[in-house]
């Protein structure tokens, strides 16, 4: 398969200032980041708060530049310091957020939301725009009579469906999903990430997926990518990472994860029964 997505040593700084009689200082919150992407597969990008998940997340969709180092789309080198980034770019690369009651505009229509892409980036006329938009809804498992509708007539799930489909109006080819699925209840996160993967398959989509949670990633990513303070400390395929972690970092992170255990589940319930009836 052919790689789609490749960063070289990127790197990203931030100029902090200092207060009253302190110089300003300069953070680097990425410290050289590598890795290529091949065609149709899942990479997920983990590690604890402040590690430089979504800073790199903004970098490849494009919205932040990175200080030094190439960021290249289907082996285009892209600079947006050195010039604008073109519709036909834009339409590669898209993100879904966190969170879907802040990423939605509450004053628009769920249709608004999902031709604003095609007013913006093509010439495509209201009719054709509209039909796309219902089209979509019924790909991401809503219905297209919700396209009249508002967003905060939807549940959180249906706002994550809603902001999925926005992000699949232009037919991008990457699709970074930064925590697309941590605002949402349990029975909902399965449902949604079932969709990703269904929508994967279907449009032969790459995933850049951002997550902290490692159950998640274990569930839904080909290969993982560990970060720690803006490093890359292991990046192996998921059957790897979670069978035989090499970064003491990434073992400590596989520690913290909860695990659900039926069998020590049903053990304490017996203790907890014995301790009670002795009593």
Request: with cysteine.
């Amino acid at each position: 398969m052919s790689v789609v997505l490749e960063t070289r040593n990127v790197t990203r700084d931030y100029i902090v200032s200092g207060g009253f009689m302190r110089p300003a200082r300069v953070i680097r919150a990425l410290h050289g980041i590598s890795f290529a992407l091949e065609e149709g597969r899942t990479l997920a990008i983990v590690g604890e708060s402040g590690c430089g998940k979504s800073t790199l997340a903004r970098i490849l969709t494009l919205i932040d530049p990175a200080n030094s180092g190439d960021l290249l789309i289907e082996g285009q080198k892209i600079d947006i310091t050195a010039r604008k980034v073109t519709p036909d770019l834009r339409a590669k690369i898209q993100i879904v957020f966190q969170n879907p009651y802040s990423s939605l505009n509450p004053r628009q229509k769920v249709g608004e939301v999902l031709t604003e892409p095609l007013i913006i980036n093509t010439k495509i006329p209201a009719a054709e725009r509209r039909a796309r938009a219902e089209a979509m809804l019924e790909k991401v498992g809503l219905q297209a009579a919700h396209y009249n509708r508002y967003p905060h007539m939807f549940s959180g799930g249906q706002r994550q469906r809603i902001a999925i489909a926005r992000a699949l109006m232009l037919n991008p080819k990457i699709l970074i999903l930064d925590e697309p699925v941590s605002a949402l209840d349990l029975s909902v996160q399965a449902q949604v990430l079932n969709l990703l993967k269904d929508l994967q398959d279907e449009f032969d989509l790459t995933y850049v997926f951002v997550s902290h949670d490692l159950s998640v990633v274990r569930y839904f990513a080909d290969e993982v990518m560990v970060m720690k303070d803006g490093e890359v400390v292991e990046h192996t395929s998921r059957d790897a990472i979670f069978a035989d972690p090499q970064h003491e970092y990434t073992r400590t992170l596989l520690a913290a994860t909860p695990v659900a255990d039926i069998e020590k589940i049903r053990a304490r319930q017996a203790r907890r029964r014995a301790l009670f009836e002795s009593a």
